[in-house]
């Protein structure tokens, strides 16, 4: 029960699962006291934290941590992540760059980092370059393709983009975000229809989905809305077609 690096590596790996997450920051905060000098300590502690939503002790640890150890990957990666949860885009930029600076290789910042600047519509030829990265080294990883499509969607190759989320709905059917992105690029490609059976499988896996219900509203008020001018043409092409033919028309 004294043993530091058994509490700070149980507690680590409770925060980074999910599961037990109220005692992981409980393990991970003894290894601090006992090891108050340990960048990877404060690093798990500052994570667990973040987990817990408990932001402000989340970037006091991994602030200290990245005091103490400057050149750690996955300090940077998370403090980019609890920046990016917190909307502070600008320092989550920075973070995420530097995590992909120290490790190129880490698929997990690469994706990350690619959503967020799509997300925000900057720079998204390097979001694009991000995002391509990632799928090369994971080309199955449906969360990564999606990202991949979503930065296309946000570049404007919607084609592109609609073939990419396909994929990623294929891989992963049930994860609400990827359908809401589907059914978004339907919307843009004009079928109202495959807009609203997406987003509607998108409402039923993840209701909580920022803009979602917006988005179903404005494909359904749409698809209705080109129904009627079709239905108002149709019409006028028949009436012009009468009055052609009509005895009137005819002497």
């Not at 994570?47 to 200290?64: C, I, M, P």
């Not at 490790?103 to 990350?112: D, K, Y």
């Not at 199955?140 to 709905?169: C, M």
């Not at 803009?211 to 012009?240: C, F, N, P, T």
Request: charged letters at 25%; proline letters at 4%; a negative charge.
């Amino acid at each position: 029960p004294d043993n530091p690096h058994a509490l700070n590596n149980l507690g680590y790996l409770y925060a980074e699962y999910g599961v037990h997450r109220q005692m992981a920051e409980e393990l991970c905060q003894k290894a601090v006291d006992l090891m108050p000098e340990s960048a990877g300590f404060h690093d798990s502690l500052g994570w667990a934290a973040f987990k817990n939503g408990n932001y402000d002790k989340a970037e006091k640890n991994l602030l200290r941590a990245l005091d103490l150890n400057p050149a750690s990957y996955d300090t940077h990666y998370h403090l980019g992540t609890l920046y990016y949860a917190t909307k502070q885009i600008p320092k989550a930029i920075a973070m995420y760059d530097k995590a992909i600076a120290i490790n190129p290789m880490a698929s997990e910042a690469l994706n990350n980092f690619a959503y967020l600047l799509a997300e925000n519509d900057r720079d998204l030829d390097k979001a694009f370059d991000l995002a391509a990265r990632a799928v090369r080294q994971q080309p199955e990883n449906p969360s990564y393709i999606d990202t991949l499509g979503w930065v296309e969607f946000r570049r404007g190759n919607h084609a592109e983009a609609q073939r990419l989320l396909r994929k990623a709905v294929s891989l992963s059917p049930d994860v609400g975000e990827i359908l809401a992105h589907l059914g978004r690029v339907n919307l843009e490609l004009r079928d109202f229809e495959g807009a609203i059976g997406y987003l509607h499988q998108a409402l039923k896996a993840d209701p909580k989905l920022e803009g979602l219900q917006r988005d179903l509203y404005l494909a359904i008020s749409l698809k209705a809305l080109h129904g009627a001018v079709a239905d108002y043409h149709r019409l006028r092409e028949m009436a012009r077609y009468r009055s052609r033919w009509s005895p009137s028309s005819l002497g």
